[in-house]
Nanobody, 114 residues
């Protein structure tokens, strides 16, 4: 079973930046479009960005122009560059396939606050 491990979260001020990383235990990234998801307290988990196997990217309207997903097949890793962070970006962030067919990892907490 593939295990996903997210990292890179933390506390950042509004307008700041973070880069999240996700690594997988198995070499299946090459056959999956990968997505970044987030879940804020009291809200459903939502998809915020996708990177295809060919490196194409898609972002939700709420983060378009601020968040960019990328991947490194050689490292079995996907990344989420987050810029111009807002308090409403506060959430636990997860990676998974797109669609989300893999087991969920523990996520990484992102808190945007002054």
């Amino acid at each position: 079973q593939v295990q996903l491990v997210e990292s890179g979260g933390g506390l950042v001020q509004p307008g700041g930046s973070l880069r999240l990383s996700c690594t997988a235990s198995g070499s299946i990234f090459s056959i999956y479009a990968m997505g970044w998801y987030r879940q804020a307290p009291g809200k459903q988990r939502e998809l915020v960005a996708v990177v295809t196997t060919g490196g194409g990217t898609i972002a939700a309207d709420s983060v378009k122009g601020r968040f960019t997903a990328s991947r490194d097949h050689a490292k079995n890793a996907v990344y989420l560059a987050m810029n111009s962070l807002k308090p409403e970006d506060t959430a636990v962030y997860y990676c998974n396939g797109s669609p989300a067919t893999l087991a969920w990892g523990q996520g990484t907490q992102v808190t945007v606050s002054s």
